[in-house]
C-alpha cells in the first residue's frame, strides 16, 4: 500500500531516478530523501552497495521507494534493467571515497559501480554527491577523481563542508538538481533575483518595513536554477535556499542599492525584482527616539530600485507589479526602466498575496502578451523561469 503525500505541484512528474547509495554514514538521510523525490512526482528506485546495506535496511528503503531493492547483481541483471530509459537520472548518493574511486577508475564490483558503468555509457544524467570527512574529500586523489568525473559530464553536487566533515546537502539541492537534470535547460546563463522586504531606519532601533516575505523570489531562484540558470539571489528569503543558489541578504533600502551596484559590475543575463523596497524613508535619528512623547515624522520617496538597476544592465529585466487593477499603465509606470516583461501580482487573492498560500501573476510583455500563471508560488515561478528562459535563448 502506498501512503505518499504528493505535492500540489510536481516537478519531477514523470521521471524515473535511481537512488545508488554507497557505505557513509549518511545513508540514515536517504528514507527522507527518497520521500522527499517521491512527493515531487518521481518515481524512485534504490540500489544499496553492501556496505550501505550493513547501515541502513534495505526493507526501510524498500518502504520509502514503494520497490524492491537492489543489493546486488543477480539473473536479473540489475545493473542494467534498473535503467531502461535514457531519460531515466542515476543520482549517487551518499558516493564513498571508495565508490568515487572505483567510478572513475572503471571499476564495476558493487551494484552501485556497476550501474554507473551503464548508465555512463547508456548517456543517462547521472548526479553523485560525496559525503565524507574533509581530510578524504580534500585530499588529491579524491579532488583529482571529482574533475575526471566532472570531465565525463557526471554532475557533482558540493558537499556542505562543516565540522571537519564534507556533509550531505539539503534535500531542496538534490531536489534542484535532479529537474535540472531532467529538464531541457539553458546554458552559460545567469540570474539575479533581487527578493523580499526591504527597510528603512526611523532610529537605530525602529524601522519602516513592509509584509513581503520572499517566498516568490526563493521559488523564483530555485525554478530558474532548475531551468539551467547560474542564481544570485540579493534579499531575505524565508528559508534556507539550496547550496548551488548564492545568497546575499540584504535589509536596508541603501544596502539594496549598494549591493545591486556591486553585483551588477558582473553582467547578467536577466534580473529580476520579486522585492518590496520601501517607497519611502524619513530622515533617520541618530540616537533613540523619545517614546513618552509624540513626534513627526517626515517621509521623502526613496528612488526606484529598478530605475539604478536599469542604468547598470544591459540584459533582460523583469520585475513585479503588486495591483489590485487592470494595470493597463504598466510599462508606463516602468518608463525610466524600460523592462522587457513585467509581472504583475494581484494582492487581493485569496489569503493575500504574502506567504506561501495561493497567487495570481500574470506575465506581461511590452507588446501586450498575457501569461497567466499558477495557483501556487513554486507552480507559478516555474511557468515565470519558463518565460524568461525562451526569451534569454
Ligand atoms: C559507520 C560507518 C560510516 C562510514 N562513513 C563513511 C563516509 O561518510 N564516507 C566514506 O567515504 N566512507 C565511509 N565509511 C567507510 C566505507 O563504508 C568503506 O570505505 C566501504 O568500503 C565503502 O564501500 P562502498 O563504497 O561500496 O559502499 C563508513 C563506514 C562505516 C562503518
Not at 385 to 390: H, M, P, V
Request: hydrophobic share 40%; with cysteine; charged share 25%.
Amino acid at each position: 500500500m502506498d501512503d505518499i503525500d504528493l505535492k500540489d505541484f510536481l516537478p519531477l512528474k514523470g521521471r524515473k531516478i535511481v537512488v545508488a547509495s554507497s557505505g557513509s554514514v549518511s545513508v540514515y538521510r536517504m528514507p527522507d530523501l527518497v520521500r522527499d523525490l517521491r512527493r515531487e512526482g518521481a518515481d524512485v528506485w534504490v540500489a544499496m552497495s553492501q556496505g550501505a546495506s550493513r547501515l541502513v535496511s534495505p526493507e526501510l528503503m524498500k518502504w520509502a521507494s514503494g520497490h524492491n531493492v537492489a543489493v546486488e547483481i543477480t539473473g536479473d541483471i540489475e545493473h542494467i534493467s534498473l535503467i531502461e530509459d535514457r531519460e531515466d537520472v542515476l543520482l549517487i548518493v551518499p558516493a564513498t571515497y571508495n565508490t568515487i574511486g572505483k567510478m572513475s577508475s572503471g571499476i564495476a564490483d558493487s551494484i552501485v559501480t556497476a550501474l554507473f558503468s551503464h548508465a555512463l555509457g547508456n548517456g543517462n544524467r547521472i548526479i553523485a554527491v560525496p559525503v565524507m570527512h574533509l581530510s578524504m574529500y580534500s585530499n588529491p586523489i579524491m579532488q583529482r577523481n571529482l574533475q575526471m568525473l566532472r570531465e565525463m559530464g557526471v554532475r557533482i553536487i558540493d558537499p556542505i563542508e562543516a565540522q571537519g566533515k564534507a556533509k550531505i546537502p539539503l534535500s531542496a539541492t538534490i531536489v534542484d538538481e535532479a529537474v535540472r537534470a531532467s529538464a531541457s535547460a539553458v546554458s552559460g546563463r545567469n540570474a539575479l533575483v533581487i527578493t523580499g522586504k526591504g527597510h528603512a531606519e526611523i532610529d537605530p532601533v525602529r524601522l519602516i518595513t513592509n509584509r513581503s516575505s520572499g517566498e516568490t523570489g526563493y521559488w523564483l531562484a530555485r525554478a530558474l536554477y532548475r531551468k539551467g540558470f547560474s542564481v544570485t539571489v540579493l534579499g531575505s528569503v524565508p528559508r534556507e535556499l539550496p547550496g548551488q543558489i548564492k545568497h546575499i541578504p540584504a535589509g536596508d533600502v541603501g544596502e539594496f542599492f549598494d549591493k545591486a551596484r556591486s553585483l551588477l559590475r558582473e553582467s547578467y543575463s536577466v534580473v529580476t525584482l520579486p522585492a518590496a523596497i520601501p517607497d519611502f524613508a524619513p530622515e533617520r535619528s541618530t540616537g533613540k527616539i523619545d517614546s513618552t512623547s509624540s513626534f513627526e515624522m517626515k517621509l521623502n520617496p526613496v528612488p526606484k530600485l529598478v530605475d539604478e538597476i536599469r542604468k547598470h544592465h544591459k540584459g533582460l529585466l523583469v520585475p513585479f507589479r503588486l495591483t489590485s487593477e487592470s494595470a493597463d499603465d504598466t510599462f508606463r509606470h516602468f518608463k525610466t526602466s524600460r523592462p522587457d516583461a513585467v509581472v504583475l501580482n494581484y494582492y487581493d487573492t485569496e489569503g493575500g498575496p504574502f506567504g506561501d498560500g495561493k497567487c495570481r501573476f500574470i506575465f506581461l510583455t511590452p507588446d501586450g502578451k498575457k501569461t497567466i500563471i499558477g495557483i501556487n508560488k513554486e507552480e507559478a515561478c516555474t511557468s515565470i523561469a519558463k518565460e524568461i528562459a525562451e526569451m534569454v535563448k
